[in-house]
């Protein structure tokens, strides 16, 4: 099993482009969810999903959109690049909702985006 | 604002030592998580606790929780150089969202 995969690792945008960091799981887990990681600001919640063809907004939503049109993909859209959007993005998965058992969350590798 | 803090920001000891990591928050929680976060990678999933568990155990990981102070601990007994990482509390709010503190930097002194 790969578990979470993303891609690409690294990406350097300038300002005003978009893009699509993409995310996928073989685990065949119901909840997905993107994270962005800044220095001294512990990971911030993007977006969720509680399965295929629902989303929700985390904690941080403005300037992304998410999909979920399958169980194991995840994608997170950049609709508009800004330099605030530096960081570093985690994606997540985990059989079930945080709230419930099972509920371990397993991460991707990350990538680190840089917008110029 | 973020659900958890973690305390404290940063902590350094030698090994053999005992390292205790805190945590609080600031709604109702179903569960709490420990996750560590080694340097460049993701995060690795360490320790559920309940919100009715006052106590569990992993290994050298003891986690605490107490709900009526909305605080929990997290002691890594013995530590070693390779424990050397960012710890990260994690909850749910009460909600179908897993939302993380800032975390705490541990090193650890062979």
């Known amino acids: 099993n790969a578990g979470v995969t993303q891609t690409p690792k690294f990406q350097v945008l300038k300002t005003g482009q978009s893009m699509t960091l993409q995310c996928a799981q073989d685990?065949?887990?119901?909840?997905m969810s993107w994270y962005r990681q800044d220095p001294g600001m512990g990971l911030r919640l993007i977006h969720y999903s509680v399965g295929a063809g629902i989303t929700d907004q985390g904690e941080v939503p403005n300037g992304y959109n998410v999909s979920r049109s399958t169980t194991e993909d995840f994608p997170l859209r950049l609709l508009s690049a800004a330099p605030s959007q530096t960081s570093v993005y985690f994606c997540?998965?985990?059989?079930?909702?945080?709230?419930?058992?099972?509920?371990?969350?397993?991460f991707g590798q990350g990538t680190r985006l840089t917008v110029v | 604002s973020q659900q958890g803090e973690e305390d404290p920001q940063a902590l350094s000891i030698q090994e053999g030592e005992n390292a205790t990591m805190n945590c609080s928050y600031k709604t109702s929680i179903n569960n709490l998580q420990w996750y560590r976060q080694n340097s460049g990678r993701g995060l690795v999933h360490l320790i559920l606790i309940r919100s009715n568990e006052r106590e569990k155990h992993s290994g050298r990981l003891r986690v605490t929780l107490d709900t009526s102070k909305k605080s929990s601990s997290l002691l890594i007994t013995a530590s070693r150089a390779a424990d050397t990482a960012s710890y990260f509390c994690a909850t749910d709010a009460g909600t179908d969202k897993l939302i993380f503190g800032t975390g705490t930097r541990l090193q650890v002194f062979p």
């Open positions: 997540a998965s985990s059989w079930r909702t945080p709230s419930t058992m099972n509920t371990e969350a397993f």
């Open positions: 685990m065949n887990h119901e909840y």
